[in-house]
């Protein structure tokens, strides 16, 4: 029997508030922002926002470290706009998601002032403090910014862990008193209205016990200890004491961030016996461009990989769980460049990538911009990024390491967050409308030619072909509850599958490629159209050569039938 819930009939948007709309002309996004656009996002079809966070922040993660849970940041406005967004939102029967972020918190929390002042204090508890070992860190583990997972403090001749930056430390879930802050802190969001929560690195909070050294082999200074804080040992209790502490007594969405997950571990997250989350983002597809040294270790994507990590999400979670769908968000770059051609083919692959993405089963996520299809980034210096992932890894690899700085800026162009977190385009006019100040980060100079108004005027455009998309989602069941079938699994140009419930079909094809490639349906597969339901290509309507007809470049089709 088919669980339906609002939040799996739902479409996410992705806010990254910072370069969404700036109101007041300092150059960065803000919430009154937010709240003049309400009507495009309205007019798009989606019904769920999720807010990146906006909570009092000194930035040095762009607001992921937050100094006070109950505050908003100074840049981004008041509570009172806060508030006023919220109600506006909810007058267009529009839902907002807030960002939790419970791992870490920022070093200038009141928690971490008390927490480092003496061994005995009250708040020391709250974080993960160790002494060194022989001089040194506590243990091998690295950052995931790179450098080590411990800062030394003098005051109290301690460590303290942080997996992220060294001005986010670890919060010690551990403590019952933390953990019962936290509910607290979620119960005060939830309570002023909030619909739900994306949950950052939920997965991180459980840390093995002991903090053991991680194994290696290569002898580095530093390793990744992914193994030791991601899915620990306790991960699953404290999840279903947040669900019943808190979650419980709400009707609510919850997705939780779970880097390093794989789909047996994601169904138990997301099994609703069990109490714990709806969905968890999984990140093995935006891994399979990556080669053995990571990240920014550039391979091509073949797409057999893809159709193997997509179809056992799909068929994993199937009946038991619930799928996040996206391919860029505020971590990510740009789909369109990433997966296709952003250059001659720019409409065709954003209207391909999203057809693809929306006719899966699961919650489709769209991320700001995606809807007019923005593209990557190219700044002419290293100077010009913002993000500390990019600056670190650069400091790491040409000023410290003397590696080429060509290759390692490539890597940054194909990779970078900075790619997804450029201004929005809104317009033609002057910083493509963003703002009438000076922009905290360079605008993508194609603005011109790709933006929201040129968009929305344009009815073949990618915006309108995405309101098509979430329109269908919104009117066929199918869509949203249908199982999930791979077919032409070992084709390495299209991506073709099948969706099925109560005695309906949908047959999706798509073209990965900048080719012509000839579809022919196999034999085994059991299909008859009785419509095409959408395509990004113009089409004569009809439905009499769906089992045998050349793809277009990035061509995407959708029929209906049985």
Same mark, same amino acid.
């Given at each position: ?27 960065? *996004? ?33 607001? #992921? ?60 508890? #709250? ?75 939920? /997965? ?38 947040? /669900? ?76 038991? *769980? ?6 860029? /968000? ?166 073709? #599958? ?65």
């Amino acid at each position: 029997m088919t669980h339906k819930a609002w939040w799996k009939e739902s479409i996410v948007y992705q806010i990254y508030p910072r370069s969404f709309n700036d109101s007041n002309g300092d150059g960065i *996004g803000d919430i009154k922002g937010i709240t003049e656009k309400l009507d495009y996002l309205k007019n798009l079809g989606i019904n769920v926002i999720w807010l990146s966070p906006v909570y009092k922040s000194p930035n040095d993660d762009n607001g #992921y470290d937050i100094a006070d849970y109950k505050a908003i940041m100074d840049e981004f406005g008041t509570m009172e706009d806060w508030e006023e967004l919220l109600e506006e939102m909810h007058k267009r029967d529009l839902k907002l998601i807030m960002d939790l972020v419970v791992n870490h918190s920022s070093d200038e929390h009141e928690w971490f002032k008390e927490s480092r002042k003496s061994k005995d204090n009250p708040y020391r508890d #709250y974080y993960i403090w160790r002494p060194g070992k022989d001089g040194k860190e506590p243990n091998n583990w690295e950052s995931t910014f790179s450098g080590p997972a411990w800062e030394y403090d003098e005051n109290t001749d301690e460590y303290f862990l942080h997996i992220f930056s060294r001005k986010q430390p670890d919060l010690n879930w551990e403590n019952p008193k933390l953990r019962q802050e936290i509910y607290d802190m979620m119960k005060w969001w939830l309570d002023k209205g909030v619909d739900g929560f994306r949950m950052d690195v939920i /997965n991180f909070i459980s840390k093995v016990p002991g903090l053991p050294d991680a194994p290696n082999p290569e002898g580095k200074k530093y390793v990744g200890g992914g193994k030791y804080f991601m899915n620990g040992p306790r991960i699953h209790e404290f999840l279903r004491e947040m /669900n019943e502490e808190v979650i419980s007594n709400y009707d609510v969405m919850t997705v939780g961030e779970m880097p390093g997950v794989d789909v047996e571990e994601a169904k138990k997250y997301t099994d609703p016996e069990r109490k714990e989350l709806q969905m968890v983002f999984q990140f093995e597809h935006m891994d399979l461009d990556s080669g053995p040294n990571g990240k920014w270790d550039l391979k091509p994507l073949d797409l057999r990989d893809l159709k193997a990590s997509i179809t056992r999400w799909q068929k994993g979670l199937q009946g038991v *769980g619930w799928n996040s769908l996206y391919l860029n /968000n505020h971590d990510q770059p740009r789909m369109v460049s990433r997966f296709g051609n952003d250059k001659e083919y720019r409409v065709e692959t954003a209207k391909m990538l999203g057809t693809f993405l929306h006719m899966l089963q699961g919650t489709p996520y769209v991320f700001q911009g995606e809807e007019i299809g923005m593209t990557n980034i190219k700044f002419d210096s290293i100077d010009e990024y913002k993000d500390i992932e990019i600056l670190n890894m650069y400091k790491e690899k040409v000023i410290e390491g003397n590696e080429d700085p060509d290759k390692v800026m490539e890597s940054i162009y194909v990779k970078g967050r900075d790619n997804a977190r450029t201004p929005v385009q809104w317009d033609a006019t002057e910083n493509a409308g963003f703002t009438t100040g000076e922009p905290w980060i360079k605008v993508n100079p194609n603005y011109k030619e790709v933006n929201a108004e040129q968009a929305v005027n344009d009815e073949n455009s990618i915006y309108h072909y995405y309101r098509e998309l979430i329109q269908l989602r919104k009117t066929h069941p199918i869509i949203v509850y249908g199982d999930y079938d791979l077919i032409l699994d070992e084709h390495e140009q299209i991506y073709a #599958y099948t969706r099925t419930y109560e005695g309906e079909k949908l047959l999706v094809l798509t073209n990965f490629s900048e080719e012509e490639v000839k579809f022919d349906l196999p034999s085994d597969v059991s299909f008859e159209a009785d419509e095409l339901l959408i395509s990004n290509y113009p089409q004569n309507g009809g439905v009499e050569d769906y089992n045998s007809f050349t793809l277009k470049p990035y061509e995407a089709r959708v029929y209906k039938g049985k």
